[in-house]
């Protein structure tokens, strides 16, 4: 089902409406859709390099929105469902504890997620079920996906088709690395 999603979402971006698709795409990514917006980006860049940075917008813009309404989710779902049945379980303690601790590194929750390919919608979900700081996680995820998606795009129109595969298959590892380096240093930094 997953492989017939993902043929389907890259066949949008040859679709006349294909900004638009990218769109709802990348808006839905973030709260609930299990495809990436880079599928498209990318045949769409290579398509119409001189669109590279606009293409990178139209997906920055709906996901940072797509954001916002994972994050209602997360509040809203959470309060009205979530939190009786832990409370009649005897955790509603523990919940206190992981939504601080959480909320406590949530830039760099929401930053490593905007970046790497882990899954952004569990932690826009995650971001408003702890009640993070919106104003934090909103200007989080539009560093994050700024990042992730404006160096694909400059990739792109800078180098083309031959780049294609290093971002398909390897520029994941390269962000998730990183950011693995950038927290080693920080951690480096504090606790050395």
Request: aromatic share 16%; with cysteine; glycine share 6%.
């Given at each position: 089902m997953i492989q017939r999603l993902y043929d389907w979402v890259l066949s949008l971006a040859n679709?006349?409406?294909?900004?638009w698709a990218l769109a709802v795409v990348a808006f839905l990514e973030s709260?609930?859709?299990?495809?990436p917006p880079d599928i498209m980006m990318i045949p769409m860049i290579l398509a119409r390099p001189n669109?590279?940075?606009?293409?990178?917008g139209v997906a920055l813009a709906a996901s940072v929105l797509g954001g916002l309404l994972g994050?209602?989710?997360?509040?809203?779902?959470?309060?009205?469902?979530?939190?009786?049945?832990?409370?009649?379980?005897?955790?509603?303690?523990?919940m206190a504890e992981f939504s601080t601790r959480f909320n406590g590194m949530g830039?760099?929750?929401?930053?490593?997620?905007?970046?790497?390919?882990?899954?952004?919608?569990?932690?826009?979900?995650?971001?408003?079920?702890t009640g993070m700081p919106l104003m934090?996680?909103?200007?989080?995820?539009?560093?994050?996906?700024?990042?992730?998606?404006?160096?694909?795009?400059?990739l792109l129109w800078k180098f083309g088709a031959p780049?294609?595969?290093?971002?398909?298959?390897?520029?994941?590892?390269?962000?998730?690395?990183?950011?693995?380096?950038?927290?080693?240093?920080?951690?480096?930094?504090?606790y050395l």
């Open positions: 679709h006349p409406n294909a900004l709260s609930i859709f299990p495809i669109r590279a940075f606009l293409i990178a994050y209602a989710i997360g509040a809203l779902a959470f309060d009205t469902i979530g939190a009786p049945i832990l409370a009649a379980l005897g955790k509603a303690d523990a830039f760099w929750a929401v930053m490593v997620a905007g970046i790497t390919p882990f899954p952004f919608k569990v932690i826009t979900i995650m971001s408003g079920w934090t996680f909103f200007v989080t995820s539009i560093i994050a996906r700024a990042l992730r998606f404006f160096i694909v795009a400059a780049i294609r595969d290093f971002i398909e298959r390897r520029l994941p590892l390269v962000f998730t690395l990183c950011v693995i380096l950038l927290l080693g240093g920080f951690f480096a930094v504090r």
